[in-house]
């Protein structure tokens, strides 16, 4: 079992950067395959971006050439940078974890979630 603490989460204004961090418990966290999702207020949750164990990244249309996912082994986190902010990137960030090998876009895929972190860009 892992667990999974977002933090880096805040206010910023729109044309902005801002990273989320996303820290996993456990010795085995190389074997697991990461996503970001996030829920704006009054949304379903919604997918962000993923990486799998061996690097690969995929991103949903509407982050793509802003966000980049990446993940550091050595220190057991995921991390997600996000550019050039708009308002409607608003809503909670989560990260989600599931030990098998692939990428993987569908909240069901993932087996273990954190608490989420907010970030809101002011316009």
């Known amino acids: 079992q892992v667990q999974l603490v977002e933090s880096g989460g805040g206010l910023v204004q729109t044309g902005g950067s801002l990273s989320v961090s996303c820290a996993a418990s456990?010795?085995?966290?190389?074997?697991?395959?990461m996503g970001w999702f996030r829920q704006a207020p009054g949304k379903e949750r919604e997918f962000v971006a993923a990486?799998?164990?061996?690097?690969?990244?995929y991103y949903a249309d509407s982050v793509k050439g802003r966000f980049a996912i990446s993940r550091d082994n050595a220190k057991n986190t995921v991390y997600l940078r996000m550019n050039n902010l708009k308002p409607e990137d608003t809503a909670v960030y989560y990260c989600?974890?599931?030990?098998?090998?692939?990428?993987?876009?569908?909240?069901?895929?993932?087996?273990?979630w954190g608490q989420g972190t907010q970030v809101t860009v002011s316009s």
């Open positions: 990486i799998s164990n061996g690097f690969s990244t």
């Open positions: 989600a974890a599931v030990r098998r090998v692939g990428i993987f876009r569908r909240e069901g895929e993932y087996d273990y």
């Open positions: 456990g010795r085995t966290f190389s074997s697991y395959a």
